[in-house]
């Protein structure tokens, strides 16, 4: 292309510092993007790689993506004079929202003042000023899978003063729009690689003369390796020092590929010291960061261009730096989980997630589930064994801590259900029995048996009823109220109370028959007075095999209908046989109360309390 005669060497060579060509003819194929010079004396002094860092604000204009790691409000800034001619300044804020993700505004902005300008006979026809701005509208997020997107929208805005004989630079301003799209991966706890893709829409420059350029594409990958530090076990680990390996590759659609490698040294939490290659141009650079604020140095020669050496100065605000904080992994029990036996196995693994700052030593891990102290190895993982004393609800409440005061608590739920010996997985009612025992409606034998398909007596059954109603038993001698139900008698006290409380009846003769087998008619009648079933003529057999006028016909047909009796097959109730303790507790099991009670025992948003005070094991009591 034909350069115009009204710019002299010095603002040629000025131009191609800032990577801006002032053409104020036509016939020009594209404009380079401003943003080639590159951004942020941290990335500068590192070769310009960044692809693969995108840890602070800078990730506006290098790799969107990167702002999903950002929590907290960032500033990024920069300032060089190039060659003592172009002033290139950069600027920039991020703002999280919600969980993982933050947008962030920023501008680039090149210019140069008092460009002397001539005309064709060479004599001077006064100055002349020429600038480029880009400003950026950036997001990120991260998902799922821990891979992160971001993009930025991008407007392009350029325009000067000044003219000669030949021709007005103001015919050269022009304005355009492009789009960034960035994503961050990390591969292990030691890699991460990252790619952008630079105005990657069809983007055009329109000038003012009516001319189109297009803005050069330009493909970013790369990848940052963690040799010596905190992100994982790459090489070696070291408390406070790290040590960064980073490449970046350019591939450029309007001219030749670059390559850039670069290193980060952090001797300590608040120091680097940074070297790399960019293509062909040694770079280096420094870092501090004090009290939240880092401030960066980066020296970057331009081989081929005189006077080719340029310093770049970032100051950037991070805050107070991310504290770290211990997370404990559990991968044994889940939350929420339901068990039988009389204690837990608990394992896992300490998590250590560092801020941005080296925040002191760690210092010995301390670990305690329910208040037991539990040892933790030298790669932070436990596993012990935690008693689970009483059936029931039950918190986990695990607290990690150590020297430097970081803390963590977190609370796991379960539920321990009752087993008994001889109610094998598979039984008809064995989640009856567990649920009712559960919630303490109904209680096993001392040697752990539950003897499940036992006829009840009229006695076991009074006993039954009064301990699922949670009904007072006095301290008292029990009442003779029946006249075979001696004071001495092991149920005399229930048989009092279910009486009083109308739950059972006695026979004309003033007897009750206490160690008399109970039928399932009387049961289902004695369940159906449990429960407040209302009672209403019946006028069609309940079953195949009891009579509309059954004495308990009533009975038998409101329990029926309050799907008490879904476990009678072949509509055959057999109302003279023994009731089984399976077939009462199935019954129970469907009456209001031992619903609410257990649709309770189920609900893991409430009832779940901290017992830090470890008690020895309880074993349950007879029926």
């Not at 799209?181 to 990390?186: F, S, T």
């Not at 991310?322 to 998590?351: A, F, M, W």
């Amino acid at each position: 292309m034909k350069k115009s005669k009204m710019i002299n060497q010095k603002l040629i060579l000025s131009m191609l510092a800032a990577v801006v060509l002032l053409a104020t003819t036509a016939g020009a194929a594209s404009v380079p993007d401003p943003m080639s010079i590159g951004v942020g004396a941290r990335a500068l002094g590192m070769g310009r790689t960044y692809v693969g860092v995108a840890e602070d604000g800078d990730a506006i204009f290098v790799n969107p993506a990167g702002l999903a790691r950002i929590n907290s409000p960032r500033i990024a800034s920069m300032y060089s004079s190039l060659m003592g001619d172009v002033s290139y300044a950069v600027i920039g804020g991020v703002y999280p929202y919600g969980e993982n993700s933050a947008i962030g505004v920023g501008m680039i902005n090149s210019s140069s003042a008092d460009i002397p300008l001539s005309n064709s006979d060479g004599s001077s026809a006064g100055n002349g000023n020429w600038g480029n701005t880009v400003m950026f509208l950036s997001g990120g997020t991260q998902l799922k899978n821990n891979v992160m997107l971001g993009g930025s929208f991008k407007y392009f805005s350029m325009g000067g003063s000044g003219k000669n004989d030949v021709a007005d630079v103001s015919n050269s301003a022009g304005n355009g729009y492009s789009a960034d799209l960035g994503v961050l991966y990390p591969a292990t706890e030691y890699l991460t690689l990252g790619a952008n893709f630079q105005n990657i829409l069809a983007s055009k420059i329109t000038r003012s003369s009516g001319v189109n350029e297009d803005l050069p594409r330009t493909l970013k990958v790369g990848g940052r390796l963690a040799l010596l530090g905190k992100e994982g076990q790459a090489y070696t680990v070291h408390k406070n020092r790290r040590l960064y390996l980073n490449a970046d590759y350019d591939i450029n659609s309007s001219s030749a590929n670059v390559p850039h490698l670069g290193v980060e040294f952090w001797p300590m939490g608040n120091l680097a010291i940074r070297a790399g290659m960019d293509g062909d141009n040694p770079t280096a650079g420094i870092g501090v960061r004090i009290s939240g604020i880092e401030i960066n140095y980066a020296y970057h020669p331009y081989s081929g261009i005189a006077a080719n050496a340029t310093q770049f100065v970032s100051i950037g605000y991070l805050g107070e730096g991310q504290k770290r904080t211990l997370q404990v992994q559990l991968d044994s029990p889940n939350d929420k989980s339901v068990i039988y036996e009389d204690h837990v196995k608990v394992s896992g693994k300490v998590k250590v997630i560092e801020g941005d700052e080296d925040s002191g030593a760690m210092g010995p891990l301390t670990l305690k589930v329910n208040g037991m102290n539990i040892p933790v190895a030298q790669d932070k993982s436990f596993t012990a064994d935690i008693p689970v004393d009483t059936v029931g609800k039950k918190l986990l409440a695990i607290e990690a801590s150590d020297a430097a005061g970081d803390f963590y608590s977190q609370d796991f739920r379960l539920v321990r259900l009752i087993q008994f010996a001889d109610v094998p997985e598979g039984y008809w009612a064995r989640h009856p029995i567990e649920n009712t025992g559960t919630v303490g409606m109904v209680q096993g034998y001392p040697d752990g048996t539950f003897r499940p398909d036992s006829t009840l007596t009229r006695a076991e059954l009074a006993t039954l009823l009064v301990r699922a109603k949670g009904l007072q038993v006095p301290n008292t001698q029990a009442r003779a109220i029946f006249k075979d139900v001696k004071p001495n008698f092991w149920g005399a006290k229930y048989v009092e109370v279910a009486y009083d409380a109308g739950l059972i009846k006695g026979y004309p003769d003033k007897t009750f028959r206490p160690n008399n087998k109970i039928n399932k008619a009387e049961g289902i009648a004695v369940t159906a007075r449990f429960d407040n079933l209302r009672l209403t003529e019946v006028y069609e057999k309940p079953y195949w095999d009891v009579s509309a006028n059954h004495w308990a016909a009533k009975y038998i047909q409101a329990a029926k209908e309050a799907g008490m009796l879904k476990y009678i097959e072949r509509n055959r109730l057999r109302p003279k046989e023994g009731l089984a303790r399976a077939e009462a507790v199935e019954m129970l099991s469907k009456t209001s109360m031992a619903d609410a009670k257990v649709k309770d025992l189920y609900t893991w948003e409430k009832g779940f309390r901290r017992e830090l005070e470890v008690k020895p094991n309880v074993r349950a009591s007879i029926f």
